[in-house]
């Protein structure tokens, strides 16, 4: 008999939910072990491990989407793997190979089958891989010993209001070095960020922006999502720089704005104080989605896009394919889509 499980899908936030199993295996030695799913939600580590002293840890985050029909697919598992690994090299951890990635995925969600919301629920199955050094250790150097993981739990919208524009403001706090960790998911990135994401919260915003920390001049950021602007003559302006995490969001709606919408595209500068240039923005990501920017305040100045109460028609539709190639409704290009069975 198929398990039920009594959540409200449509009241849920970006929060965790304990599901059954979580997905583990071990490194030692040069070696990953076959890993194994287990029910315990605690890792036991030793007190040593770099994760909790150095940093050296990094982290994934994809979905999985309930169609229609009653299928269960992830989104480009592809990409999270090849970035995952990339975050590895960057800390000198273990690479976790890719087959191996999105088999772990697939089991994962396959063991918490009870946890994937239904379809026009309004939520989704949120997966979180990572890869943690961990054995006795005490000086700054890389560990011996790594554990990947890989848990899930059901998710409403990171920002609230999903497909409301929200207001954002930029910060004074820098995120990332120009060539330091910020093309890379490490925890480290995300610590930095919870003192200017509060100050940002504590002023009515839900979030903030970062720009380049070289010349605090170009948007990079916004909180944890990528920025995107849509300019007066239709075209799709996202940042380029290598402090920016290369969101496979951002990089899917650039395939959407062209190949779907018929849009120009482009990656380039953002300057902060040419805004005007745009009619919309947004914030795009795994957990944001696509939240529409409302406005944004720089200097004491509220910058209004399309406006801070209704999302504008290109963003919508933006929204409205990436959500159908997600849960199966609209044609997905080769390769997007990886069916749970
Ligand atoms: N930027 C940051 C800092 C993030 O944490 C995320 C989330 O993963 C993104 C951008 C969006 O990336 P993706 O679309 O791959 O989820
Ligand atoms: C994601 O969008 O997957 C993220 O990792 C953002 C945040 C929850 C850290």
């Known amino acids: 008999m198929t398990k039920t499980i009594n959540i409200d899908w449509g009241k849920l936030g970006f929060t965790y939910t304990k ?33 909790l002293h150095y940093g050296q840890q990094c982290f994934e985050g994809l979905k999985a989407y309930a169609t229609k029909d009653g299928k269960i697919q992830l989104f480009r598992p592809d990409q999270n793997s090849k970035r995952l690994n990339n975050s590895c090299r960057r800390l000198l951890m ?52 790594y554990i990947f993981c890989v848990f899930c739990s059901p998710v409403g919208p990171y920002f609230k209001g999903g497909m409301a524009p929200v207001n954002f403001m930029i910060s004074d706090y820098d995120r990332a070095a120009p060539y330091g960790t910020g093309a890379a998911k490490v925890g480290g990135n995300y610590a930095g960020s919870l003192l200017p994401h509060e ?51 951002k ?16 990656e380039g500068d953002v300057f902060v104080d040419k805004l005007d240039m745009f009619k919309e923005a947004g914030a795009c990501g795994t957990a944001a989605v696509i939240t529409p920017i409302g406005g944004i305040e720089y ?24 959500c159908g190639i997600q849960f199966g409704d609209v044609h997905a290009p080769e390769g997007w889509i990886v069916e749970v069975k």
């Not at 001049?217 to 944890?224: D, M, P, Y």
């Not at 990089?251 to 482009?266: D, I, P, R, W």
């Not at 004491?300 to 290109?314: M, Q, R, Y």
């Open 251 to 266: 990089y899917s709606l650039m395939h959407v704005a062209k190949e779907y919408l018929g849009l120009q595209v482009e």
């Open 19 to 51: 599901t059954d199993f979580r997905y583990i295996s071990k490194w030692k030695d040069g070696n990953w072990d076959d890993g194994k799913l287990v029910e315990d939600n605690n890792l036991s580590i030793s007190e040593g491990s770099t994760a």
């Open 299 to 322: 200097k004491e100045n509220l910058h209004v896009f399309h406006s801070e109460t209704e999302v504008g028609p290109i963003t919508k539709k933006l929204y409205d394919t990436l």
């Open 94 to 145: 273990p690479e976790f190979p890719e087959e191996r990635f999105i088999d772990a995925c697939i089991q994962v969600v396959k063991a918490n089958k009870a946890f994937v919301p239904p379809y026009g629920s309004g939520a989704t199955l949120y997966l979180r891989p990572f890869v943690i050094g961990v054995g006795d250790n005490l000086g700054v150097k890389p560990a011996a010993e």
């Open 199 to 249: 100050v940002a919260v504590k002023k009515g915003f839900a979030d903030c922006i970062y720009l380049d920390p070289a010349t605090h001049t170009k948007i990079e950021e916004v909180g944890a999502a990528n920025f995107f602007g849509i300019t007066k003559d239709d075209k799709f302006i996202t940042p380029k720089s290598p402090s920016i995490l290369p969101s496979i969001t």
